[in-house]
């Protein structure tokens, strides 16, 4: 079973940074792709951030600029790196992993970004 670990969450005010982690429990190369997700209250989970094996980026929209995934393949961990912080990016941030026949997702943690 694979296991995907977030990390560095937290309370931050509009305009800081925060970067997040996600370890996995085996290696990154076995995942056709990883991604961050975030979902606040009574809304829906959405994609912020993926990157492909091959290390092909996408964002959305709301965070083009500002967040950044990147991959260290040898600490089998992916990051985003989130600046310039605003209210509207609070939520729980899931971390996310497929390849063709599963998904994987992360227990979420916390971004809570005061005005």
């Known amino acids: 079973q694979v296991q995907l670990v977030e990390s560095g969450g937290g309370l931050v005010q509009a305009g800081e940074s925060l970067r997040l982690s996600c370890a996995a429990s085996?290696?990154?190369?076995?995942?056709?792709?990883m991604g961050w997700y975030r979902q606040a209250p009574g809304k829906q989970r959405g994609m912020v951030a993926a990157?492909?094996?091959?290390?092909?980026?996408n964002y959305a929209d709301s965070v083009k600029g500002r967040f950044t995934i990147s991959r260290d393949n040898t600490e089998n961990t992916v990051y985003l790196q989130m600046n310039s912080l605003k209210p509207e990016d609070t939520a729980v941030y899931y971390c996310?992993?497929?390849?063709?026949?599963?998904?994987?997702w992360g227990q979420g943690t916390q971004v809570t970004v005061s005005s």
């Open positions: 996310n992993a497929h390849t063709f026949v599963s998904e994987y």
């Open positions: 085996r290696s990154i190369f076995s995942f056709g792709g």
């Open positions: 990157i492909t094996s091959g290390g092909t980026t």
